[in-house]
């Protein structure tokens, strides 16, 4: 029997084996996970929308790029662990020089030899220890990538709720403006009737008070902005100090409904958050390693083979070489190691789908949890919006009052003091449901790498009410 014919059963077993593409399987270990740029912390040009925002944070984030070699190398260590369905083939070329001696002590002689061949060694069975290996590498790859996304969509959802402070904050600030603005004409309004007599000088003073209020609040409030717009930089990855500048979304806020109840959001959470994938790869990673350690404690076959051509000095010892040998190994004593990784190993199992089940629950509460809190903030939004339409109207109606004579400055104050915050809440209020809706899109695990929420969403009744003048 030739050499070829011997191999050539072993090899079609093994080409059957290996039919599985290992890229189809590495590309599902890395979904989601798209390479990133190398970072480049330098300061963008030109104005920066949401979109913009968020490739910069995803860009420079060192625990994107992280995760995502994490996952690659997860990727190429499952491809390792395929290796052993292959045989092991092995070259070597020894060249040997020797010298003998004849019986009786004489000299016999000396010769020189090169033997060049081929050695393989192939695990034919082994009861699952194998598979087991690559299946736990295949769940730890895919685990890895999960991980990935849990980082990708943290990383989106950190950068929305900065983008969104820092418009809230500027939102404010403006407000604040406007608040100075009005508190001024409230103090001109005070000083021109106490000059014609029709007010006294208690009036001016508080109005002035008022108007050193606004103004302060005012500095507060530019002083939010600059903090936000640091924030925003950190999550950019970029100096604090850059010239950047945001665009904020161009026209009036749409306020908009999930279409689907919390129930089918947390179905879909269940099916879509990369930490509960994450937690269930791990699980199963865990039953194949129970697999490995059963495996462990139960014979393995093996076979092996070599073939070489031998020269010599000597023509005699010239010619072919091969060998072939099947081995049975039968585990018998390893001072209990064999039992006690058993148990660490069920053990292990045992904690990994307690981890799935608490990390289900507590998805589920995180998606009703923050469905609530859209809700709230859309009927924050509207009630704002009423509020700050009434305090216009209250406010012009006081100091109108108060122009005529008929009105005293407490009242005047006292509506400003109302516009004020009504201001600051409509200006608020717009932005938290901004960010309530992305934070809903994070834990049904809908956010993607735009920015998008990726959920079912239609225009709501509860518009915004239009603020009125009298």
């Known amino acids: 029997m030739t050499t070829d014919r011997l191999f050539r059963p072993v090899w079609r077993g093994l080409m059957v084996m290996a039919a599985v593409p ?13 390479p990133l740029a190398d970072s480049a912390a330098v300061a963008p040009a030109g104005p920066l ?22 996952a690659q190398a997860a990727a190429a260590l499952y491809g390792v662990s395929r290796g052993s369905l292959f045989p092991t083939v092995s070259a070597s070329a020894p060249v040997t020089r020797s010298k003998s001696v004849s019986g009786g002590g004489s000299f016999g002689g000396e010769r020189t030899q090169f033997n060049p061949g081929l050695s393989m060694s192939y695990l034919l069975f082994d009861f699952g220890g194998r598979s087991g290996t690559i299946a736990q590498a295949r769940e730890t790859a895919v685990a ?28 404010v600030a403006a407000a604040g403006r406007e608040n100075v603005r009005t508190a001024t004409e409230a103090r001109d309004a005070a000083i021109q009737l106490w000059r014609v007599g029709l007010a006294t000088v208690a009036d001016t003073l508080q109005a002035s008070t008022a108007l050193a209020q606004a103004e302060l609040s005012l500095l507060t409030a530019q002083g939010q902005v600059q903090t936000a717009r640091g924030e925003l930089a950190s999550v950019m990855g970029i100096p604090a ?53 059963r495996a462990a404690a139960l014979p393995s076959l093996t076979l092996g083979g070599n073939a070489g051509r031998n020269f010599s000095s000597i023509s005699t010892q010239n010619g072919n070489t091969y060998g072939l040998s099947v081995g049975l190994s ?7 190691a064999r039992r006690d990784a058993m148990r660490a190993a069920r053990a292990t199992l045992d904690a990994a789908r307690a981890r799935v089940e608490a ?25 704002s919006a009423q509020l700050l339409a009434s305090a216009v109207q209250s406010e012009a109606v006081a100091r109108g009052r108060y122009r005529e004579g008929v009105g005293s400055i407490i009242d005047l104050l006292t509506a400003q003091n109302a516009l004020a915050s009504a201001r600051a809440q409509d200006a608020q209020s717009r932005w938290v449901w901004q960010t309530a809706l992305s934070q809903l899109a994070h834990d049904v695990g809908t956010l993607d790498r735009s920015g998008a929420p990726g959920l079912p969403l239609t225009i709501s009744n509860a518009t915004p009410a239009p603020e009125v003048t009298p």
């Open 241 to 293: 100090d850059s010239p950047f500048e945001v665009v904020a979304p161009p026209g009036p806020l749409t306020i908009r409904t999930v279409a689907a109840g919390v129930d089918s959001l947390m179905a879909r959470a269940v099916r879509e958050r990369p930490e509960l994938a994450a937690a269930q790869a791990e699980a199963a990673g865990a039953a194949a390693q129970i697999r490995v350690a």
């Open 359 to 383: 990390t289900r629950v507590r998805v589920a509460n995180q998606v009703y949890t923050s469905y609530t809190s859209l809700q709230v903030a859309a009927a924050r939004v509207r009630a």
């Open 22 to 34: 290992l890229l189809s399987v590495l590309g599902a270990a890395a979904q989601g996970t798209a």
């Open 144 to 171: 890895a990538s999960a991980q990935s996304d849990v980082t990708v969509q943290g990383t989106v959802l950190e950068a929305e709720a900065a983008f969104f402070g820092y418009n809230a904050a500027r939102d």
């Open 330 to 336: 039968v585990p018998i004593f390893s001072g209990f």
């Open 49 to 70: 929308t949401l979109a913009d925002v968020v490739a910069l944070s995803l860009r420079n984030n060192p625990d994107t790029r992280a995760a995502y070699a994490q």
